[in-house]
């Protein structure tokens, strides 16, 4: 499956971001979601996840109360809300597809990557 992620921009702290991430699969259901992120010299971490048909969903503790993961599946489409964002929140984010309705957490569980969107928080 091909992804294509977007809507990452340059945000001042505490403002608010939506990422968005199309897919190219037929069935877009079957596959979990997952978004992750990657700031310079750091290694890449997970950040959130929803399961196929959206029912479960998982975040990373940094960004817990802060965050929403979604989807709609009639559109192929997982969205990244991010709210109160913080200059840590710094990255370039990239969404990832992984065959299976049921969520995972680690890069390694997932097959498709899409290109990455930079969000930049500035204090």
């Known amino acids: 499956v091909q992804l294509q992620a977007s809507g990452g921009g340059l945000v001042q702290a505490g403002g608010s971001l939506r990422l968005s991430c199309a897919a190219s699969?037929?069935?877009?259901?079957?596959?979990?979601m997952g978004w992750f992120r990657q700031a310079p010299g750091k290694e890449r971490e997970f950040v959130a996840a929803?399961?196929?048909?959206?029912?479960?969903?998982y975040y990373a503790d940094s960004v817990k109360g802060r965050s929403t993961i979604s989807r709609d599946n009639a559109k192929n489409t997982v969205y990244l809300q991010m709210n109160s964002l913080k200059p840590e929140d710094t990255a370039v984010y990239y969404c990832?597809?992984?065959?299976?309705?049921?969520?995972?957490?680690?890069?390694?569980?997932?097959?498709?990557w899409g290109q990455g969107t930079q969000v930049t928080v500035s204090s």
């Open positions: 990832a597809a992984r065959r299976g309705i049921t969520i995972a957490t680690m890069g390694a569980d997932f097959g498709s």
């Open positions: 699969a037929r069935t877009f259901s079957n596959y979990a």
């Open positions: 929803v399961s196929g048909r959206g029912a479960s969903t």
